[in-house]
């Protein structure tokens, strides 16, 4: 390139060049949006000594299976598939990380319209419900029958989730509520007892304590937000309820305006602004682990991949209350595409009543901090022996009784997480009223709420 | 006879481009419009015929007049670093200096990178706490503004972290340009009594001229379809502020599912473009001098 000199034809063709290349550039594939917990490895999943069981050679049936897990997680799920798929001869799995739980949905909602689906999907809490309303997702109670899965022994909180009229459509599998961490060394270090507040007042009082500020820059938080797109509308739902209040009532009527739930985004606005003892953060995880804040709030889902990583002991507690206790459920659960034939659908219900049986179920608990979804998983040796070994799981599964599902707003109305979570974003960040953005948020949920109903008179009557 | 085998070899070269145009260009484009005058959630069997419903719903927001006045800003600032910091440093490696080709090199280096990838190592040099930039602020006794968490900085950050990606581009092609100017020129000049000042403005500035307009109407189209730098660092926050109206239509498409208000911003920013690039071609081009 010693010799550049353009002539007008040149320099056109040059830039059609050039634009075709920016958009390539525009259409390249969006990145990976760095996944929830940690992407450390973990400690090797059980080891799968079993040897496979030789059974009648028939035709072998290959399901492919789509699921949001990277890291530690995503290790704990291919444990899983290569375990199932070493106990049987008959189906094959083919576990497909397909990026974050949004993705996974983008790129089945896409994979609808070319016709390319899988035999079964993991969607999380905000998701099956839209995939549900259209259609997109298979009546299991049949298959369940089928497959010999008795739904008795699953933790009714969760699997009510995901029943419709009687009917079930989604199956609890990596399902957490959000948790109390806390650092104790910085515990220590302030003088605090080593366990989690009892109520947001005591906490008030300790963070003072928990402060490291350099100037006007706090260099250490007591307490941590994630923004909009990290859920902070899934750890605000407890801290509604705590409040007295609640995003909206079981018939999609918004109750934003409420004023106990705006006395609820008053608070987590005070806390970062008045009181300024917390931040939020891009990466809450990050942000713990570093001892940039003492605490937060976080998926149950975080206990493995957090204890593995942090240098320090983590300590783990019920969430605060305020006039009253407030935890809900999260994560995620498996479901089966309509439009795939009966014998894939089968096949997928024999890996599910797999992946969730009392055995598994512990040990994918085990391995990642997710709640075991059965009942008779918490009595099982290896379960027992997990939870003298490791307290705060144990107080992660006692906390699951207490816990409710959430509010239609955030799970049922397509968006409706990140509508709330911008809107405390506004709140917490900008400083705008919380009055005023609440109004806001209520009239866009209930625009988004409106197709959701339609569509939901139509399937449901 | 001969005219028709001309026809047929024609067809037969320009044939696959055209088909694959068609395809991946033309059709996506009627197709989007067709979208924006429809309510539909990509899930829905139906899609209902609303008029201009969706853009009544987009011009009505206030954010997205908010979103228009962020891409502007990130356009103007983009574009117009890169290409003053670009000739600056393109004048300056055209220099007879020692190690200038591996410091070229080293200014090219981050074009060839994953955009995603720079965001995530940028999001760590820009943490208020233990950031790089916090660090060398420090040194000087200054604390570190909370780069991707206020409103009022997340926007520069993320046009600084956009212009050191594109620089090494720019630069390239500046030197490519500046080499491409005749020696003569500048022995002609000299012999004429020009000083080095004179000689950068009358001889080397026009010189750079066509490549200046290139890098200008390149860039420009490409800031506006920037979005990986954002989605990584800022996922469009905090709130809005470093939402684009690219990132906009990423949001209202894949993240609200909202089809029709999404193929408005993609109208939207299909007439910006088409528009700032004429303007470019009949003004701008006519102070360009091609040799």
């Known amino acids: 390139m010693d010799q550049l000199k353009l002539t007008r034809r040149q320099m056109l063709r040059m830039m059609l060049a050039g634009g075709s290349v920016a958009a390539l550039a525009a259409c390249g594939t969006s990145p990976a949006a760095p996944t929830a917990p940690t992407d450390a490895p973990a400690a090797p999943a059980a080891a799968t000594g079993a040897p496979a069981q030789v059974s009648q050679t028939g035709s072998t049936v290959t ?83 089928q497959a010999g899965l008795d739904f008795s022994d699953y933790e009714p909180v969760l699997l009510n989730e995901g029943n419709r ?101 008053q608070f987590y606005q005070d806390t970062v602004r008045d009181l300024g003892w917390a931040t939020l953060g891009q990466d809450i995880n990050r942000d713990f682990l570093g001892g940039a804040a003492a605490a937060m709030m ?54 599910i009543a797999f992946a969730t049986n009392t055995e598994q179920a512990g040990a994918w608990a085990r391995d990642t901090g997710y709640m075991p979804v059965r009942i008779s998983t918490k009595q099982t040796p290896d379960m027992v022996a997990f939870f003298e070994e490791n307290p705060n799981f144990k107080t992660a599964v006692d906390q699951l009784p207490l816990t409710r599902a959430q509010d239609a707003a955030r799970v049922f109305v397509r968006n409706g997480d990140q509508i709330i979570g911008k809107g405390l974003e506004r709140i917490i960040v900008n400083g705008e009223g919380p009055a005023t953005v609440f109004a806001d948020i209520d009239a866009e949920l209930t625009r988004a709420a409106e197709p959701i109903l339609e569509d939901l008179r139509e399937v449901e009557g | 006879m001969r005219e028709r085998r001309e026809w047929l070899l024609f067809a037969l070269l ?85 190690y200038r080709n591996g410091a070229r090199a080293v200014l090219f280096s981050p074009v060839i990178m994953s955009g995603a990838v720079v965001a995530v190592v940028w999001s760590y040099i820009f943490d208020p706490r233990y950031g790089l930039i916090d660090q060398l602020l420090g040194l000087i006794g200054l604390n570190s503004p909370n780069w991707l968490g206020d409103p009022a900085w997340a926007m520069p950050a993320v046009i600084m972290v956009y212009v050191w990606k594109n620089l090494g581009y720019a630069v390239v092609i500046y030197l490519a340009g500046l080499q491409g100017i005749p020696r ?49 660092l800022t996922n469009g ?55």
């Not at chain 1, 997680?73 to 397909?98: C, H, K, T, W």
């Not at chain 1, 259209?134 to 029958?145: N, P, R, T, W």
């Not at chain 1, 957090?306 to 659960?333: H, I, R």
């Not at chain 2, 939402?243 to 920013?269: K, M, P, Q, R, W």
């Open chain 2, 14 to 98: 320009i044939g696959p481009n055209l088909f694959l145009f068609g395809v991946f260009t033309y059709w996506p484009l009627l197709y989007n419009f067709y979208l924006s005058f429809v309510s539909w959630n990509f899930l829905r069997p139906r899609k209902r015929f609303v008029w201009f419903e969706n853009y009544v719903d987009v011009f009505s927001q206030a954010q997205f007049w908010t979103i228009v006045w962020n891409t502007v800003i990130f356009a103007l600032f983009s574009v117009g670093l890169t290409l003053l910091i670009g000739l600056a440093l393109a004048l300056l490696l055209n220099q007879p200096l020692r």
């Open chain 2, 184 to 232: 003569e020129l500048y022995d002609a000049a000299r012999v004429d009594g020009a000083g080095p000042w004179d000689r950068f403005w009358h001889v080397t500035l026009p010189g750079l001229s066509p490549v200046a307009f290139f890098l200008s109407v390149t860039s420009i189209l490409a800031t506006f379809q920037a979005f990986d730098i954002i989605k990584v």
């Open chain 1, 165 to 265: 009229q009687g009917k079930q459509f989604w199956i609890p599998f990596a399902r957490s509520t959000p948790l109390f961490y806390y650092n104790k060394d910085l515990w220590a270090e302030a003088g605090l007892p080593d366990r989690a507040p009892e109520t947001w007042a005591e906490f008030g009082e300790w963070a003072p304590q928990l402060l490291q500020r350099e100037g006007n820059t706090l260099r250490r938080s007591a307490f941590v937000h994630p923004d909009g797109a990290s859920y902070i509308a899934w750890l605000f739902q407890g801290v509604t309820w705590q409040h007295g209040g609640k995003y909206s009532n079981d018939d999609f009527t918004m109750t934003m305006t409420d004023p106990n739930t705006i006395r609820a985004a």
């Open chain 1, 298 to 351: 976080a998926s149950t889902g975080s206990l493995a991949g957090l204890t593995t990583n942090a240098t320090f002991p983590v300590g783990v507690g019920f969430l605060p209350k305020e006039a009253n206790f407030g935890c809900c459920t999260g994560g995620a659960g498996l479901a089966i595409p309509s439009g795939i034939p009966d014998e894939k659908k089968l096949a997928a219900m024999t890996y």
């Open chain 1, 63 to 145: 399901i492919t299976y789509w699921g949001s897990f990277s890291g530690n997680l995503g290790e704990a799920e291919q444990a899983m598939v290569q375990r199932f798929n070493e106990s049987q001869s008959d189906i094959v799995v083919d576990y497909q990380f397909q990026g974050s739980y949004e993705e996974t949905a983008q790129k089945y909602t896409a994979g609808l319209q070319a016709n390319t689906i899988p035999d079964l999907i993991l969607l999380s809490d905000v998701w099956w419900f839209g995939f549900y309303v259209a259609g997109a997702i298979s009546e299991l109670d049949g298959l369940a029958q």
């Open chain 2, 237 to 291: 926050g905090p709130v809005i502020a470093t939402t684009t109206l690219i990132f906009h239509l990423y949001d209202l498409g894949f993240v609200s599912y909202n089809a029709g208000e999404a193929g408005v911003i993609a109208i939207v920013l299909f007439a910006i473009m088409l528009i700032l690039t004429i303007i470019q071609l009949r003004y701008l081009e006519q102070r360009v001098a091609y040799s």
